[in-house]
């Protein structure tokens, strides 16, 4: 059984960082592709962050220079590095990861408050 967990959120003051960890579980499972997502109250789930198999990433135009998306595979983990928060970006965030058959599992989320 494939469990993913994320951890490392929190209140942070505008303007502060925060990193997101999604570490994957379960027998045999590896990160392939896998993708950050956020949904604020009120409002869809959008994706933030993508990291192809190849390395290719893609961004939201909301979070472009400020997010990071990253991968360990020795740790079988993946990251989200968040810089220069604002308001906006209060949410739960969820991770998205792909084994190599193409199925997608997700974690449970972790909130993350922007405020001062």
């Known amino acids: 059984q494939v469990e993913l967990a994320e951890s490392g959120g929190g209140l942070v003051q505008p303007g502060g960082s925060l990193r997101l960890s999604c570490a994957a579980s379960g027998s045999r499972f590896i990160f392939y592709s896998m993708a950050w997502y956020r949904q604020a109250p009120g409002n869809k789930r959008e994706s933030v962050a993508v990291?192809?198999?190849?390395?290719?990433?893609t961004y939201a135009d909301s979070v472009k220079g400020r997010f990071t998306i990253s991968r360990d595979n020795a740790k079988n983990t993946v990251y989200l590095q968040m810089n220069s928060l604002k308001p906006e970006d209060t949410a739960v965030y969820s991770c998205r990861g792909w084994d190599a058959s193409g199925m997608d599992y997700w974690g449970k989320g972790t909130l993350v408050t922007v405020s001062s």
């Open positions: 990291m192809a198999n190849g390395g290719t990433t």
